[in-house]
C-alpha cells in the first residue's frame, strides 16, 4: 500500500502504488475512427498529427530534437503534419464523429448501447450494468473483449470502473441512441435511457413468482405469455380470494412488522360480480423505518392511464361494534405495474420498492393498530381483531 506522489509540477497528490491503472480504449476508438488530429506536446514543435500517429511522431521529435535522428529520415510527410483530412464522401467530420461515440456505447458483452452508468473493465472495455448484473451470477467473470479479471462486486479496486468521460462526451455531443428492446422505436438521449428502460412496454416480463420459488429467472416477451403462464404455473396454486373480502387478521400484522421486506400479497383474487379471476394484485407493504404500511393494487397487462382503483381499509366486523358508525379509509388511484425494472433483481424486496415509489393508500403504524383494537371484542386494550381490504375495479 506504497503512497505514491505525482510526478506534474503543482500537484501534491498520492496514490495507492498498487491500484490498477485502467484505460479508456472508447475515448480512443472515437478519435482513431473519426480521424481526430491532436498537436505534439513538444514545445518546439507546430506539428499536428493523427491521435492514431502521435506515440509514434512524438518518438521520432524526441529523437530528432536530441540529434539520434535526421529530420529527412522521419517517416512523417507534410500531409501528416495537417493531419488526415480525407473522410468519407458520405459521412461530414462531425457525423463521423458521432457515429465513433454511437459505436463505442455499444456493451462488448450483448452488444447494446450501455445506459448510464457506463461501466468498464481496467483495459476500457464497455460492458453495460444489466450484463455486470448477469456476470454477478458466475464465478471469476472476465471481460468478454480481453479476458481480463471483471468482479462487478470489487469496483473499489478497479477491475470495474465508471467511464465518466464517455458519459459527458455523449452528453455534451447530443448523442441520441435507440431503445434496446425489440419492437421499440423510441430514439432518446443517453441520460434518459436508463429511465427508459425501466418503463418501456417491449422489455422482457420477469416473472416474480418464479424468483421466490427458487425457479431461474423466467423472462416472457409478452403481457399475453406472461399472463397465460401464470395462470398455468402459479394461479391454481392460490385460494381464490374475492377483491372485496381481502382480511388481515392481527397475526399477520404482527408478522408483517417483524419480517425483513414485510410484504402481503393476494395472488387469486376474483371479481365479485362475475366470480372470474382477474389479472389484479392487492397487496400491502409495511415500511419498519417509517412505521407505515402502503396499500396498493399491481395489474398484470399494459398500464392504461385512464384507470382507476378504489382502495378501501376498514376494521374487520365494525358494523357489529355496539351498532358504532362505519370506520373506514378509502382513495382512488391508478395501479402500478407487475413489472419489476429492467435492471433489477425479480424479487420481492424490488416489487416492494416499486410499491413505494407508485401510488399507494399509506396508513401509519398507529392508525392501523387502532383500527385492529376497534375490530376486536373486548374493547380499547384487546389487540386482537382484523382489518378488511377491499378493491373496486374501475373506481367504483
Known sequence: NKLLTCP?????????????????????????????????????CDWRVRHADLARHEKNCFLIRKGIMNPT?????????????????????????TESIRDALNCSLCNH???????????????????????????????????IALDP???????????????????SAKIIVPCRHEGCEVQLALSDLAAHLEVCEHQPIKCVHC????????????????????????????????LDKMVIDANRIESLQTMTFGFLTWNHCVDPATGDAVDVFPGVLYHKPMD??????????????????????????????????????????????????YLDDATLATAARMIRKGPCLVLSGPTVMHMLKVSADGGENDCGGSLCFSVALGGE
Open 8 to 44: 506534474n509540477k503543482n500537484c501534491e497528490v498520492s496514490v495507492r502504488g498498487d491500484l490498477p491503472l485502467s484505460t479508456n480504449a472508447s475515448l480512443v476508438s472515437i478519435a482513431n475512427a473519426a480521424g481526430v488530429t491532436v498537436p505534439c506536446r513538444s514545445k518546439n
Open 73 to 97: 529520415a522521419s517517416s512523417f510527410s507534410d500531409d501528416d503534419k495537417k493531419g488526415d483530412e480525407s473522410t468519407t464522401e458520405t459521412l461530414t467530420p462531425d457525423e463521423l464523429a
Open 113 to 147: 448501447v450501455a445506459p448510464a452508468p457506463i461501466m468498464q473493465c481496467r483495459n476500457g472495455h464497455v460492458v453495460c450494468y444489466h450484463c455486470l448484473g448477469r456476470l454477478r451470477k458466475f464465478d471469476d467473470p472476465i471481460c468478454p473483449r480481453c479476458s
Open 153 to 171: 462486486s470489487d469496483e473499489s479496486n478497479g477491475t470495474v470502473v465508471r467511464n465518466l468521460q464517455l458519459e459527458e462526451l455523449a452528453t
Open 211 to 242: 424468483t421466490v420459488k427458487g425457479i431461474k429467472d423466467v423472462a416472457l416477451t409478452s403481457w399475453d405469455a406472461m399472463c397465460d403462464h401464470y395462470r398455468e404455473e402459479h394461479l391454481p396454486t392460490f385460494p381464490p380470494t374475492s
Open 292 to 341: 407505515a404500511f402502503y396499500f396498493s393494487v399491481r395489474v398484470m397487462g399494459p398500464l392504461n392511464p385512464n384507470a382507476s382503483y378504489r382502495l378501501k381499509v376498514e376494521p374487520g366486523g365494525v358494523e357489529r361494534i355496539n351498532g358504532g358508525p362505519e370506520a373506514c379509509i378509502t382513495a382512488s388511484m391508478p395501479p402500478t405495474s407487475y413489472r419489476v425494472g
